[in-house]
């Protein structure tokens, strides 16, 4: 049988998703045996809680087991409505939200409906891999921003300035952000406002999965700043604040043209989103955030031991992540570096592929991130594999020396 593959150039352009890629490396080691500790995927390690599994279980024995509208039931829209005003002082109507399979699948759906060949689309670095992938896959250009640790991974006005063109069409980012765990102030978010609305024609993507999982004390959504909300795609979702990644949904609201295209788009696609799921979703979006402070509570305990653990690695530059569960240490003092049998450790693949082989933890490069001098680690895991882990990345780390 020939061995010849026939897959489309399209699909050969297409980079694997950095984050599943480590993760099944990881997966793959384990079944071998090893004892691998994964801080590789932005997942909860907590179950989701009882009032959505409840919620989850009425949905099927009313049986929700039918076709939906494409754009999500009417009764999860208007309660997406009420969330948005109630959390974000964002006033949408049903019309406005679309519901997806994921938050991933609703970034998508905008690319895809918004960005023709050849325009250029924003990505302040570090970003979440799959980003760029939309955007070229959409036939987009990716213009990447790329920012400093010690300005806590953030775009100034200024740069976003400076990097608009006539060919700029989109802009997408997080807050807080995945990988670096960087919040914008209300006050940060006014500055790149006044940007954004000098040129009408540019829309902004803002991904707000990680809204509940904030430090600060406030979250400040980016259509809220006066004269952009029609230029503004607000995206949110149920997986990460109330730990139901299985679950599916994503949502954003938008101008209702947007919403139209982006209906239009998941018609073709997936068509709507499983109806059990989003009974779900409902009954997560009207529940107070407050019902589940408890793991943020717990994520902030841990990203306060992890920076103390990582803070005693010789090599790591840090900063305070203000929000998700991810620190993005910069190591560029650990490349140029040798391991004992002599492999070079040049970049943040090398240094992730070394530690997964010498110490059997997962973390994943920078690169992927548009960030190639830095990694990303998720504390999204038991307080004692965090140990753990923290202390087989000293031992790996301690063994490398410098090149002559």
């Known amino acids: ?89 964002l006033v949408y109507t049903p019309d406005q939200i679309v519901v997806s399979t994921g938050a ?9 409906a918004l960005v023709n060949p050849g325009d250029e689309v924003l990505l302040p670095a570090p970003f979440w ?4 992938a939309m955007v070229q896959l959409a036939g987009g250009v990716p213009v990447i921003i790329p920012t400093q640790i010690e300005n806590d991974f953030k775009i100034t006005a200024e740069e976003l300035r400076s990097n608009i063109s006539d060919k700029t069409k989109l802009m997408i980012y997080s807050s807080p ?60 979702g149920v997986s990460k604040a109330f730990a139901m ?11 209702t043209w947007i919403a139209k295209a982006c209906s239009k788009m998941q018609g073709q696609v997936t068509s709507a989103p499983s109806g059990v799921s989003q009974m779900a979703a409902k009954a997560a979006v009207l529940a107070e955030p407050s ?11 841990r990203r306060d031991m992890m920076l103390e653990k990582l803070g005693e ?3 790591l530059k840090l900063n305070v992540p203000e929000g998700a569960f991810y620190i993005f240490p910069n190591c560029m003092e650990l490349l140029g570096t040798l391991t004992d049998d002599g492999q070079e450790i040049n970049t943040s693949s090398d240094l992730c592929m070394y530690l997964l ?38 031992r790996a780390f301690g063994k490398l020396k410098k090149q002559n």
Do not use: W
Request: aromatic residues 10%; negative net charge.
């Open 129 to 132: 891999v799959s980003y760029a």
């Open 104 to 112: 991933k699948q609703t970034i998508s759906n905008v690319v895809y």
């Open 291 to 301: 019902s589940v402070f408890y793991m943020k509570n717990a994520f902030l305990k």
């Open 245 to 255: 990644t299985g679950y599916r949904i994503g949502y954003l609201g938008a101008p």
């Open 357 to 394: 082989k010498e110490e059997n933890v997962a973390l994943v490069a920078g690169d992927a991130f548009g960030a190639a001098e830095c990694f990303r680690l998720s504390y999204a895991a038991s307080d004692e594999m965090l140990v753990d882990a923290a202390a087989r990345m000293k």
């Open 1 to 89: 049988m020939s061995t010849k593959t026939y897959v489309s150039d399209l699909l050969n352009r297409l980079p694997e998703s950095a984050t599943l890629a480590m993760a099944r490396m990881s997966r793959e080691l384990k079944e071998d045996g090893n004892d691998v500790i994964s801080l590789s995927l932005g997942e909860p390690d907590f179950n989701a809680p009882d009032f959505v599994k409840e919620a989850c279980k009425k949905a099927v024995d009313d049986d929700y087991s039918h076709y939906p509208p494409v754009n999500g039931y009417g009764e999860l829209r208007e309660a997406i409505c009420c969330k948005f005003l109630r959390d974000n002082d």
């Open 177 to 236: 952000c995945n990988p670096s765990g960087s919040v914008y102030s209300k006050d940060e978010l006014t500055a790149l406002a006044e940007v954004i609305k000098s040129k009408p024609d540019f829309f902004v993507v803002s991904d707000e999965i990680y809204e509940h999982i904030n430090y600060t004390g406030e979250h400040a959504s980016l259509g809220t700043i006066p004269g952009i909300f029609d230029q503004v795609i607000t995206v949110n």
């Open 313 to 315: 690695i010789p090599g």
